[in-house]
């Protein structure tokens, strides 16, 4: 059974997403404060974490930015606040969803069970083979879920690397915002567009030698990016 938590100071909201969740099979735990929030998620065995962006004694970035350093599992945030900036900032940190509050409990749930199997396709199970791939300097292993550039890693989110992956496995292939978003989050883009643009900035910033000019992922402007081979 897999283990969530969600971190959020509104005990009715939270409540209302565990009852869901549990109803759908999930075993669920709740923190209203990001200090506790953050250190059960850190410490503890949870498969994915339910992120309320404003917090009691630690914000949900500050939470978000902890969770990156010792763990890929994934990561939805949810807020009242609907600017684009703080989407932007949460996706840049690893969150792997932003959901804007209010939401319908069925979707919360949703997008729960898409990213747990996608997560859990990605990191299988047992010894497997090792698959590597290198172009340029740059290596991907696949089996590890490590990169490296020129010999030195480069630390990845769990979408940042599916994502550089996928292109570079379709080398030369244009493909939108909508089509990537499909594939690496598995859901409709509709209104998530700035997902792929944070991404493909984060990417860029760790393997690219000059991001104005980028050797590896191009943009084709007014259609999306492909990975140059």
């Not at 959020?8 to 209302?16: G, H, P, R």
């Not at 969150?95 to 997560?119: I, Q, W």
């Amino acid at each position: 059974m897999n283990k969530i938590l969600i971190i959020e100071d509104e005990l009715a909201i939270a409540e209302l997403e565990k009852d869901y969740l549990e109803l759908s099979g999930f075993d669920v735990e709740v923190e209203t404060t990001g200090d506790v929030g953050a250190r059960r998620a850190v410490s503890e065995d949870f498969d994915l974490v339910i992120l309320d962006l404003m917090l009691p004694n630690m914000d949900g970035f500050e939470i978000c930015r902890k969770v990156r350093e010792v763990k890929n599992i994934p990561v939805i945030m949810v807020s009242a606040k609907k600017d684009d900036i703080d989407k932007i900032r949460g996706l840049g940190l690893g969150a792997d969803d932003y959901m804007t509050k209010p939401f319908s409990p069925s979707e919360l749930v949703a997008r729960v069970k898409a990213h747990l199997a996608r997560y859990e396709r990605l990191i299988g199970t047992g010894v497997r083979e090792n698959t590597a791939f290198e172009i340029r300097g740059l290596k991907v292993d696949k089996t590890a879920r490590r990169v490296f550039l020129n010999g030195e890693e480069k630390i990845f989110t769990t979408k940042e690397f599916d994502l550089l992956t996928f292109l570079a496995e379709n080398p030369n292939h244009v493909y939108t915002k909508d089509e990537l978003f499909r594939e690496i989050w598995d859901m409709e883009s509709v209104g998530d567009i700035a997902t792929v643009t944070v991404h493909i900035k984060k990417i860029r910033e760790k393997i690219e030698y000059n991001t104005s000019k980028p050797q590896y992922i191009e943009t084709i402007w007014g259609v999306g990016y492909r990975f140059k081979v």
